[in-house]
């Protein structure tokens, strides 16, 4: 564990983790899911999960990028926490009203932090800091509650970007 401790994994494990058949993001089938929907929407645990996070924040972030949809939760908490600045990064930019990608303000030479709740391949990281970078944003560093430990290290490694995670895979599954 590089952040979190036995008991805070212990209770997003007993909060989130399921058995079955289920298709990520990626495409990829997988056997055990870590339904993240049940540690965000528990506001102690996501709490006590964000305290985790603050230490694992990069010196000189100017902003919280948080992904559509379970990225933002976690980037909101975050933001109230640290009084580091929130935005919110969708999947696609919408086709009405601003139309932008990225809402919350001026994102342009902002060094960004990207927030996920957890990683499987990195595709989505990949993907979103792409289209911040586009859009002006410095992107280096991307932050999540947990990461699968299925290549997303290596994938927004090869892209420029540092994957920091309270938890993995692993660490959930020792306890």
Known sequence: MQNGDVTL??????????????????????????????????????????AGLV???????????????????VATVLSAMTGIPAFFVRKQAKKYGTEKLCEGGEIRSRRLLIIEDVVTTGGQIVLSAQD????????????????????????????????RSLFTMSDLERP
Do not use: M, N, Q, W
């Open 132 to 163: 911040l970078r586009a859009e002006g944003a410095v992107v280096t560093h991307a932050l999540c509650v947990i990461d699968r430990e299925a290549g997303g290290v290596d994938v927004v490694g090869a892209e420029g970007i540092e994957l």
């Open 55 to 73: 230490p694992l924040i990069p010196a000189g972030t100017d902003g919280l990028a948080g992904l559509e949809l379970g990225g933002v939760p």
């Open 9 to 50: 994994a212990s209770r997003v494990f007993a909060a989130s983790y399921l058995t079955g058949s289920f298709v990520l993001r990626s495409g990829l089938t997988a056997d055990r899911y870590f339904d993240k929907y049940r540690f965000e929407s528990d506001p102690s645990l996501l709490g006590e999960i964000v």
